[in-house]
Nanobody, 126 residues
Framework: QVQLVESGGGLVQAGGSLRLSCAAS????????MAWFRQAPGKEREFVAS????????YYTDSVKGRFTISRDNAKNTAYLQMNSLKPEDTAVYYC???????????????????WGQGTQVTVSS
């Protein structure tokens, strides 16, 4: 079992930056694949980024490549999402997710993650 708590959301102007944090409690944080998803009003939840257990491999949806960076600090049981050059279309509730066993294309689907945080709102004004 792992509990996830996101923080760091807020209101920012287009072109600005935010860093989201996902603090995990429970055992074996380093054994989990960590991911960020987002859901905008009236839209389905979508994959944003994921990072493998060791932090050596990262994956991004095309719309955030080059702007967002996912990272993790296993000693602090925390995952991060650094978001730069934010755009109004990045406005959404951002969720972190974790799972032991997510491989390949399955990591892009939220249904394959067992553990979720409560979400943090990110609003980008134009």
């Amino acid at each position: 079992q792992v509990q996830l708590v996101e923080s760091g959301g807020g209101l920012v102007q287009a072109g600005g930056s935010l860093r989201l944090s996902c603090a995990a409690s429970g055992r074996s944080f380093s054994s989990y694949v960590m991911a960020w998803f987002r859901q905008a009003p009236g839209k389905e939840r979508e994959f944003v980024a994921s990072i493998r257990q060791s932090g050596g491999r990262t994956y991004y949806t095309d719309s955030v490549k080059g702007r967002f960076t996912i990272s993790r600090d296993n000693a602090k049981n925390t995952a991060y999402l650094q978001m730069n050059s934010l755009k109004p279309e990045d406005t959404a509730v951002y969720y972190c997710a974790a799972d032991f066993v997510v491989y390949g294309s399955s990591q892009y689907s939220g249904s394959n993650y067992d553990y979720w945080g409560q979400g943090t709102q990110v609003t980008v004004s134009s």
